[in-house]
């Protein structure tokens, strides 16, 4: 009997000392959280809604495996994050086959945390582009009074046609716009380029007064000062403003985890300075990213790492509007 | 004005003389075929019913645009495929959300075929295993007052409760027995191995008296002859019999495009083998292939060009039965 | 008997209506087109006259597969491409093993497009570089009294010696002014940098008052501006321009599927802004790209949409000089 | 206010219900554990002591996190493991740059876990195969009036020289017999087979006893034979058999996992066959599996799938071996 | 100044000692061999004969790189390889575009090393099986009075037709035949099976007596006895046998780096062991190894190591020959 | 007989005439170069010393592989580095598992050629960036009384603690300013951004006066006019200055092979511009290049591609500053 190994070497069962310094080490569950979010994150994990085949819904769970990589301090802007109460709702549990149900429960949930915690900012991570249409519509449930703008940075306009798709990825805006729960004239797209929506699309944009900026006018104005400007005229007619941000709308060879993103589109410079802004603009009360399917990204995770790095960002400028 | 250049070069406008030895020029499509057809093939492009994220739904396409790469003749047998009329029926219509309008459509595009084509057999590409209770649900909407049995070679059973899933990939044998479109005992399971059913579907299975044949056990007494002699079993109380293929019961190491393969299965020899009789069994009238994602496959395409020479051996099959 | 089944269910044998809003439905065959094209677009699918081994062989028919992506309607610029009468003339046949001949056969089918159709344009999409020369030859062919300028794009200046190569991907400008087809004073390089052109290849190029622009110099003078200028100074003294655009002139980060590709090459942006100059200017009359691999590409095919989009700026500039 | 949403929707925080069918919720923390452990599993996540570059500290995380694709029930024996205890103690701590330091707590750490569960099996994840070296040294301090035999299938000796090398991964055997920790002529390897071992080496394995069994002649006797004569023949002269398993001993067709897999290796079903009897083998006290590198995996993660359904066959064989 | 620095430390100029237990140190150059050459190496490295896209020219130098991973010592058969005399004649230099001009050198390059070396065994590394047609003709060059007979393992006929395609790679069988530098009656192609020859294909084989062996067959005679038998058979009436090795004989799932391999196909073991006996029979003069195409294969190169492997058991079967 | 074969043909035994336009036939072994080299090149092959899995050490094989790719001509500077003499090194020998004892080796042998060739530069090319701190301990040990201050190009800080990592690729800074061989306020990071320096890092580096200058404010001076004035202000206090470069200071998009790259990083332009600048100034005397992993690179090697470019970037402007 060798009495040295009585007790478990400490190798053995180590305790990871807390290291508060990293994003995983920060954010709390919002079930155990002390005090008031400033900020609540929740997964949408769906993609079979999608026109095409997508494992977008992996992406909540490949987010927060990559929190470890961050630390919480912002070096650019001398911001340390750690103040800001940030709590994770976990995913809304989705159903395997009934598209609608899960629909139905992003819409549910969307609308509990919202009324629950109306401090707090919400932030949505997806899936398909479909949840956003679900989590408009539960806040419109939670606040019915409220007039609700959107801010969307995408390639794409959204708005196909549910009578012929269902609520699919392709059509949340029109879902939106023809249900009523949000003005066209309140909807402002940013990002728009190239050869990626088909005229009749255009068509039901221009009848319903959608505000299409393409990229190329957006650039010419100054980017980041485009987002900012869209965002002060759309707070002056809107009580909240909702952004979602389809990650298609970066440039492909930034995003090859993002199948439906194309050449010309946005650098990530463009967008986490614009996150910044959008983090520090008062009406700014929701947030989404969607459409980014890890199992088609690089091996470095290149766009996974993109993904939190945004999300960051506007955490960043939520800092910042605190001040 | 150079005289030579008023005609375009025969090299330019080429006509691809018909080479009827490869099987892309023999199948002919079901609407323009003459005469009647002996074995009809017809997509089922659906994978967003799979549990997990599947890219099943791309199968029929890439299945046929492989038929380029394979002889009509086949040499071990001495067979040659081109006196048999195959039609091609197109793929049956998904919808992007709405699974149960696409399983339907599939259930009634296959009571059309079998209803209308009554001396066709018919051979369905999936998509993922839940279009296997549709195409059984169709068969029996034609020919209400036979008994369905069937051979299902799967490193699973599919008998998943749908109450909680819907009808998903993993619901399919259960769907059919607790709606009594087919018995319990009626259904064969040849291919079931290691860790990969758990327990209570086992318990599901021996109360309904699936008939479970291991792979080890199907193995000790020859795997071929394992399944022919279930066909004749089968076949002395059921009508017709209804073979589904999914193609995860092959190992893992000759199937890179099927995620949910395993280790432990079976091998192409023995898949195709076995497909030879199976072609040959006159109780035989329809056969599936499903599970398959060609958007996981190996560079040189390994597992569709598996699942190409699969089906040509039950072709093979069909010839030597009508001999 | 169901009486229900004895018509085809819609969704089995449906009919894709026609959408003319993307590019598949909207280019005709050439043979099939009623009035006269205002562009052929025709595919040169030889590479095994590589110096490395190449597939750019494939890339014909990939670029004709993503066509469907992308809409006829350009947001940017507010145009729709239906007005332009563009024609597909197909792919030229190559032979297996007779390099000689398969570039014959490119010139001779060039020379006919040329001449059988002098009101279009023509676009031709290779293929390696090789291909280049034989074009250039055809056009000489049928317009022999004419005087050709090169625009080339590209990172190298493809002088190398066909008395060493044969007619290799390395040499089609050294054929063209070796075989006084073209003069060197009348070629136009612009985009080469680094370290991709070996001093013997420089010396010839000067030797030969080859116009060598630099990226650096281009981008220090605007590069949209440069190619634009380019185009007037050679218009004033050549008949008719014929601009290659080499893929691997693009930045190795935004072409992954162009193996020839070096750091330090443009980005996408300056080719689709100098795409859309090219395409107005009245002197430039053919197009080639060449040297894009699809079988390297990126997962989600980075670099072929890449291709479609740079083409389809030529297009639409076409528009806007047409107006 | 909407009374609806003062409580959270159940599908927000959903409770995973158990599901002790699978291995995930079967096998519990050994710090958590209530009675005694028949098996423990811990991690020894080392490879930088590799020859070449390996990821193999990569497997333990990716060898527990499959445990969830694997139910407890085994159908070929129709045995549950659920009757077993089975208890993970979490991986050895390794420090970044001190070898020697890593590997001498992988030693203590088995000390600890063989001295303080005397009654437990131990089963070592690797790792590359310098761990094996550490773990027998800690057995043999353990019980160090115990004479340890060692079974090892592997493709190479593994006896090359520390003098050279240090305890790299292609020494372990050679220290333990150089350092007087086991007999030479207590090693026996199965598996050895073609051009891998350099005759030095074969020399060294002569010179010391070392019992060498090729594939060729083990598969002429029956391969599972083999193994089981071994163990028996091993049993006689010895207390405890340590049983190691380097994955490159299977054939590298099944295991694009494994970098220094070769061809004409081992089958999966020899492997699998085998591990059922070394279960089932009274003498067999310890097993490890080694040089598995997830890095390199196959997308459907072919390997580690394999190496999971491994170690369940010596668990089913512990089962056997338990009745 | 620091003294222990004037000369340089013995790890910087390191010399590495050699070891003459790996392939790479004991195979020796040609140009550079004292005494007499037992066999030959020599590399054929083209590929743009081939039909489809290849990057076979790249396998001879992807074979020599692997040569380090294998000892010469082959633990299976008790044999060291070094006591022959192996040497490497560099690779036949390929013209760029001129393929008749490569194929010309092969010939020319395969006779003047029969010729000058009439006591040794040759073995050439492809290159696609268009090089087989050029070195049995330079054999008949050099040996026009002897009759040569060709064993090959192959899944294709590559009887296509020259007139067609040119000395393509599907046609050097033909080739010879209509050349009259083999007769058909002295072809033995072993390891045809499936849908992989189409009917006409066949019908010239037929007519011109090409022995076919199918795979199905040969396994049912033991496949390495009909490989023995047929050799046996062969030498009675010829005065020299060459082996071509096709290597889409194997199994596609055991040679993902041959484009062209099939399911259905060779073991690796099968492989192994008829090339022990193709070494082992003295009539046996001349192999090549073609169409492995580096640029597909496995991340940890698979199908290479399997040609290397492939490669050595001929040369143990010469060792044992010469006994 | 035939004559014509008494010899080998010309393009069997080949003889490369060198083209001395390309690197890899300009650069000269060290060790048989006529007279003085003006910059060496060696190899630091270490990547063992790394927190996470990492090829790095295989990062100068593949380095030099690729120099046959890149002319000695730079055609933006229209300069000819033949010009100048450099030298290769070789690589240094390293431990198989003693880390400290390689990074002894790289140490001395950095000292022996500072030492022994005061008049030439160095460029060693890593390998992790623990080999930094050897180097720079290397040449401290050369010039004891000299002052060094770094240049380094980074995301990161590189001062974690060596007390709890060892030596490791997080540390070097810290070891050389704990260890007194650089002080704190000679050492400029250019290029920190995001989330990738902790807090207590920030910390660290303030204490020691460490120059932090953040991408964002480096870019707003313009970076490479900041690089140029820190050199500048360095050169004053200092006598000699070592650059290094981490690879994973470039933005993730362009340096797929560098696993720790980041979005929001350097482009490859702002990389070579600031080289020259680099090269040019008369305080330069040292250069390394680590972490670039390629066994992570892209098909088309992109990373290897951009590391090479960087380094005769520097080369470059060595030329432009010896004139």
Redesign the interface.
Known sequence: ??E??????E????VNTN?P???HHWVQQL?ELEGEPDLIV?GAPI?????S???A??YPTEFRRLWK????????EDV?LVDLNVAD??D??M??????LSHR?IQ??T???T??YPGAMTSMIGGDH?VTACAVKGIK??FPNERIGILQLDTHLDVRDPAE????NGTPIRQLIDGATVKGEDVVNIG?????????L?EYAKKHSIQ?V???NARKAGFVHTVSESLTQLSERVDRVYVTVDMDVL????A?G??A????GLT??EL?DSLLEIGKHPSVRHIDFVCLDP??D???S?TV??GV?AW?QFVTGLVNRSK
């Open positions: 009997m060798n040295q190994w009585l007790q478990p070497p190798w053995l069962w180590n290291e310094t990293y994003v079930k929740y993609s079979r809604s999608s026109i085949v997508s494992g819904s992996l990589g961050f630390a919480t301090y912002n070096l650019d340390d709702a976990g809304v549990m159903h395997t086959t009934d598209i609608l429960r549910e949930s609308a509990f945390l009324q629950s479909s449930e939670a798709l269902g609520p699919a728009l380029h190239g050869y990626f929506n088909a005229k009749p255009i299409m393409t990229l190329k440039d492909i060879s930034v090859p993002v199948p993103s194309t050449p010309g990530t410079a986490f199992s088609k690089s091996v470095v290149e790492k993109t790095y960051l």
